[in-house]
């Protein structure tokens, strides 16, 4: 299966602070997906972005499928952006869905 | 409009009982995932389900994991006997088209003794 590498794994900011977290896959996708698990678990899709560049609020991704990689920026961050973000990507065969390692955030005030 | 709804939230019981987890979907949604996570790491897809043709069950293990979609709406995952290993969250999830943009419910929390 295709291996989906995130990067940092952890990371601390103070609130206010901007922050980037890379996405890595190892092959071909037909979509890459965001998501944020907040500290109670509940799973958030931020974005839908097999390629191209979105932007919601303080969010924004940008998606290079040619070069297997997908970046999320947080700009401002609040404490409530604290928790795990994941990056996930469906396989070109469309049988599969697969998660990253994720990305744990803490914003501190 | 409702999100996914799991029930039970939560859910102890001792190794070799059976248990059940219950998904209702987001209204209009064909798509319908389970997945399984682990104390910190991503989920992990068990199945997916096409309105009520499972369409990829290869990560399902099949000797003790269950798992239907009866008329296309509801969804239940049944494991039986659970194993101590078989403690995790059981996430359910829902698109509009497959592979499309998910919507995860908020997970029941099994814990095997």
């Known amino acids: 299966g295709i291996q989906v590498e995130q990067s940092p794994p952890d990371l601390i900011l103070q609130e206010g602070a901007n922050s980037t977290l890379r996405c890595n896959f190892s092959?071909?996708?037909?979509?890459l997906q965001w998501f944020h698990q907040n500290p109670w678990g509940q799973l958030i899709n931020l974005f839908y972005?097999?390629?191209g560049t979105k932007q919601n609020g303080r969010l924004s991704a940008t998606t290079v499928a040619t070069e297997r990689y997908s970046l999320l920026y947080i700009s401002s961050s609040q404490t409530t952006d604290s928790g795990v973000y994941f990056c996930?990507?469906?396989?070109?065969?469309?049988?599969?869905?697969?998660f990253g390692t994720g990305t744990s955030l803490t914003v501190i005030p | 409009e409702a999100g996914v709804v799991q029930s039970p939230r939560y859910k102890i019981i001792e190794k070799k009982q059976p248990v059940a987890f219950w998904c209702n979907p987001i209204?209009?949604?064909?798509?319908l995932y389970w997945y399984l996570q682990n104390l910190g790491q991503g989920p992990e897809l068990l199945i997916r389900?096409?309105?009520?043709?499972?369409?990829?069950d290869s990560q399902l293990p099949k000797d003790r994991f269950s798992a239907e979609r009866l008329k296309g709406v509801d969804s239940t995952l049944k494991i039986q006997p659970a194993e101590l290993g078989d403690s995790a969250v059981y996430l359910c999830?829902?698109?509009?088209?497959?592979?499309?943009?998910?919507?995860f419910g908020p997970g029941t929390r099994l814990t095997v003794l």
């Open positions: 389900y096409e309105n009520e043709e499972a369409v990829d």
């Open positions: 999830a829902s698109s509009s088209d497959p592979w499309a943009e998910q919507f």
């Open positions: 972005i097999p390629s």
């Open positions: 996930a990507v469906e396989e070109n065969t469309g049988n599969q869905f697969y």
């Open positions: 092959d071909s996708v037909n979509n």
């Open positions: 209204s209009g949604h064909n798509t």
